[in-house]
């Protein structure tokens, strides 16, 4: 409903659709504000458009429904009453975990075997050595094994609260580059943002990174106390409990994510949906 009203920008059009009052679809935007504590539409005599801090939100609903339907066609082909899963803590949070609620309703024989992972090579070596079914991964991860795309997550810029960028509502890559910098394992990954935030001639400012992924919850920690900024993915973002802002990386890039398994597994999800658009980097 939420992406409904978001993909429409009118209300009483929504109502009229899906068969509900007005009023009914006002009162289940609000609780769902309230729930991820945050505004997601801007109201007007025209209708509602989405709050450029809330469009991270919209997109993990979107790839939570995507990812649902995956695992519902899974379910039909498969003979297993058990799914084994490696996921990352930030992946778990802010996807798997209602994603397996609302399957196990629909298919209550099934039930799953969670395994929260450090890092992506951990995932790639459970599949690999068959002690998990699926991995939720990036594609940059996925080596010779199958990768079944489902969402592009959107990169964020994310600084302290009452930071001089508070006022933009998208940030540029030049805007970033001028100041201390903690790169969590995932920008480092990305290609473009790589070769930019640490080009030679990039500023002598210091440039928090590691050759191992620093811990998603640590980048957002050491963001809120001020040791620098951030670029991160949306799935971060995800009812955080951090005191910082977040705002769209202008240039749009984004990383895949979606969900792998080894190539000798069965499995119908090859034609279960087209894969998105490819992301740059």
């Known amino acids: 409903m939420i992406l409904k ?9 929504v109502a009229a659709e899906l068969g509900y009052t007005q009023s009914g679809i006002s009162h289940i935007i609000s609780r769902v504000e309230q729930e991820f504590h945050q505004i997601i539409f801007a109201r007007s005599n025209e209708g509602i458009i989405v709050l450029p801090a809330a469009v ?4 993990l609903m979107r790839q939570t429904v995507e990812a649902e339907d995956l695992l519902y066609k899974a379910a039909r082909y498969d003979s297993s009453d058990t799914i ?4 990352l803590p930030t992946v778990a949070t802010a996807w798997a975990s209602q994603l397996l609620v609302d399957f196990s309703k629909n298919f209550p024989k099934f039930h799953f075997e969670i395994w929260e992972k450090k890092d992506y090579i951990d995932i790639v070596n459970d599949l690999k050595a068959d002690t998990s079914d699926i991995g939720f991964i990036n594609d940059i991860s996925s080596q010779n094994l199958l990768f079944y795309p489902c969402y592009e997550d959107r990169y964020y810029v994310v600084f302290p609260r009452e930071h001089a960028l508070a006022s933009l509502d998208e940030i540029g890559i030049e805007q970033i580059a001028q100041g201390p910098i903690i790169l969590p394992e995932e920008a480092v990954q990305h290609k473009y943002l790589k070769n930019h935030l640490l080009k030679p001639d990039a500023p002598a400012d210091p440039v928090f990174s590691s050759r191992k992924p620093i811990d998603d919850w640590m980048t957002l920690s050491m963001v809120e106390q001020g040791y620098g900024i951030s670029v991160v993915p949306g799935l971060y973002l995800y009812r955080h409990r951090y005191s910082l802002h977040a705002r769209p990386l202008k240039e749009g890039y984004s990383r895949v994510m979606g969900l792998c398994t080894r190539k000798e597994k069965k499995t119908p999800w090859r034609s279960a949906r087209s894969s998105p658009s490819p992301a740059s980097g």
């Open 56 to 59: 991270p939100f919209l997109a």
């Open 5 to 13: 009203a978001a993909e429409m920008g009118n209300i009483t059009r």
């Open 84 to 87: 084994r899963l490696s996921v």
